[in-house]
Antibody, heavy 119, light 110 residues
């Protein structure tokens, strides 16, 4: 089955760190750009970062640059988001998504993992 | 505040046609494709429209997209109760490089 499954969410204190994982199956992970998108409570979807095949190119939204690091392990078909210096406003559901190669856009999404930043 | 501007809400009755607008600039919509997503809270978002006006297989032809200059729109005809959801437009932005989302439009089927 073609799917993405996120894990690693949880409760963390402000200033803390968390590493999210996204496990891919059913397709050749190494052939795709991959993305992280989040949704804070009561807010809209917000793109956070993406990474090219092989990890040679990465892009970040301004609010994540310098605090979050996106990475991938193609041998394990896994995507990661290392989140440091977490803030209360980083509380959100974090989704990983696949960027379609031919048509563009995010054509496959995971179900999301909840990150709560609170003291 | 989102880079792409959408109305926060829209509504219609069953069978009606509704449109949702998305306004951007030359660095995003003006020079790149627009994508539309449907999102029900607690579920994975779904790609509705890619490359401005193309539908993935399985998306009904009641959904259509268009783009003109730095603006785009999503039209839903023959509105159904199951269309009640949040809708987002997305485009690549050159400055700084990254994807940008609209703020989302909550569609209510009356």
């Amino acid at each position: 089955e073609v799917q993405l499954v996120e894990s690693g969410g949880g409760l963390v204190q402000p200033g803390g760190s968390l590493r999210l994982s996204c496990s891919a199956s059913g397709f050749t992970f190494s052939r795709y750009w991959m993305t992280w998108v989040r949704q804070a409570p009561g807010k809209g979807l917000e793109w956070m970062a993406n990474i090219k095949q092989g990890g040679i190119e990465k892009h970040y939204v301004d609010s994540a640059r310098g605090r979050f690091t996106i990475s991938r392990d193609d041998a394990r078909s896994s995507l990661y988001l290392q989140m440091d210096s977490l803030r209360v406003e980083d509380t959100a559901i974090y989704y990983c998504a696949r960027e379609a190669t031919s048509s563009g856009g995010f054509d496959l999404w995971g179900q999301g993992t909840l990150v709560t930043v609170s003291s | 505040q989102s880079v792409l501007t959408q109305p926060p809400s829209a509504s219609g009755t069953p069978g009606q046609r509704v449109t949702i607008s998305c306004s951007g600039s030359s660095s995003n919509i003006g020079n790149h494709y627009v994508y539309w997503y449907q999102h029900l809270p607690g579920t994975a978002p779904k790609l509705l429209i890619y490359r401005n006006n193309e539908r993935p297989s399985g998306v009904p032809d009641r959904f259509s997209g268009s783009k003109s200059g730095s603006s785009a729109s999503l039209a839903i005809s023959g509105l159904r109760s199951e269309d009640e959801a949040d809708y987002y437009c997305v485009a690549w932005d050159d400055s700084p490089s990254g994807w940008v989302f609209g703020g989302g439009t909550k569609l209510t089927v009356l």
